[in-house]
């Protein structure tokens, strides 16, 4: 496989974004519940878990690094 030449994150190929609005104060515990997961996003970490919700295969796309390769949790606050 050759390297990479071009900067920045891999393509993650043809995906649809949409806006979820939640309320700021939760948005701490999103961010440290993606971080604490091992994923690179937390647009990654919400994909994987909706499709699980949906009975949905994981994205392709999504790739966790390190021994973190396991199934994701909804991290609980506090």
Request: aromatic share 8%.
């Amino acid at each position: 496989m050759e390297p990479r030449r071009k900067p920045g994150p891999r393509p993650k190929g043809v995906r649809k974004a949409f806006t979820v609005r939640t309320p700021p104060d939760h948005h701490r515990v999103y961010d440290d519940a993606y971080k604490q997961a091992g994923y690179d996003s937390l647009s990654d970490y919400v994909a994987v878990l909706l499709a699980e919700h949906h009975g949905l295969p994981k994205p392709d796309y999504v790739h966790r690094p390190g021994p973190l390769h396991q199934q994701p949790e909804l991290l609980k606050a506090g």
